[in-house]
């Protein structure tokens, strides 16, 4: 039987400012996938388009590491696969590339392996295999997610927001910033009191979006204490697009996931003026406006 996989993953923001590894929003970019069991036995990827450029195409992708990952988890085998990828989110910019191609393997093993995963479980599986939940489960779900893993037990916790009604602005850097550098320059620890105060600033801001209240949850967003301090200075453009964002009124710009993504939260009156200016005065990065994706991850199975 030739039976093959297409799908449609969609690009994610992380953190919102003080949702550090926990808070995520899908956005309507992606990375397609198509995948039948390969004619020769081995694994191929094949990459089309700028955006996938330098991947490697054979057992180091990620795709197939995390095809292995499950196939120790569950016991049970993959045949090798042909992948074909297309790409319209930028790797390590802070956008969830890496997070969408995960999520990718993981309904590879799944459909190719007969595992019958629950949503959930897939949420599990990736947010095991990625440490938080913050990317994966908008992935999956769409829309925005607020999650919790625990690693001593690996049990993981979430819950969906509705999305704010705001446009999304994100300028995207020229250059990249791989998570793990970023990672690198955040504290390893926080002293009592100043967790507790940066957790109260992130429990205001996620009420504050309940109720719709876009100035007060974009002024606490903009109060993160556990990444963007340490995270802004590896970003030059940051400052120049909040105080940008500023003249416009805008509700928050924050750091997009690890970066060097920069988020901003604005009302729909405004979104286009300030990209046209973000673009003049950034020429060296990509300002647009994207939407919130709503639909998470679109699976089409093909038995021929
Ligand atoms: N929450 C993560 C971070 C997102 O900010 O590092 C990228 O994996």
């Known amino acids: 039987m030739g039976e093959s996989l297409k799908l449609k993953v969609p690009a994610s923001t992380a953190n919102l400012g003080v949702g550090f590894d926990s808070i995520g929003l899908a956005l309507n970019k992606f990375l397609y996938v198509e995948a039948e069991v390969s004619a020769d036995d081995r694994w191929h990827f094949h990459h089309k388009g700028d955006n996938l450029h330098g991947l490697p195409t054979d057992e180091h992708h990620l795709i197939y590491q995390v095809v292995q990952f499950l196939e120790q988890k569950y016991d049970m085998s993959v045949p090798p696969l042909d992948v074909t990828m297309r790409s319209e989110i930028p790797l390590a910019r802070g956008l969830g590339s890496s ?11 799944d459909f190719f392996g007969h595992l019958q995963l629950s949503e959930f479980e897939m949420v599990e599986a990736a947010t095991e295999i990625e440490g938080h939940p913050d990317n994966v489960a908008p992935v999956i779900y769409g829309g925005m997610i607020a999650g ?40 390893k620890s926080f002293e009592h009191e100043q967790a507790v105060q940066y957790s109260a600033i992130s ?68 979104s286009g003026k300030l990209v046209r200016r973000l673009n003049k005065e950034l020429p060296d990065c990509e300002s647009e406006l994207i939407s919130v994706n709503k639909s998470g991850i679109i699976v089409e199975k093909v038995y021929d």
Do not use: C, W
């Open 99 to 109: 997070a969408s191609a995960l999520v990718a393997g993981i309904y590879l093993a």
């Open 148 to 187: 919790f893993y625990n690693h001593e037990t690996k049990e993981t916790y979430i819950s969906s927001i509705e999305p704010p009604y705001v446009n999304l602005v994100i300028t995207i850097p020229s250059y990249e910033l791989k998570t793990h550098d970023s990672r690198q320059v955040l504290p």
């Open 203 to 270: 429990n205001t801001m996620l009420s504050a979006l309940m109720q719709h209240d876009y100035q007060l949850a974009g002024m606490l967003m903009e109060m993160d204490g556990f990444h963007e301090p340490y995270r802004q200075d590896l970003i030059p453009e940051f400052q120049r697009v909040k105080a940008l964002g500023r003249e416009y009124h805008a509700y928050a710009t924050v750091i997009s996931g690890a970066g060097p993504t920069i988020l901003t939260l604005i009302d729909p009156s405004k």
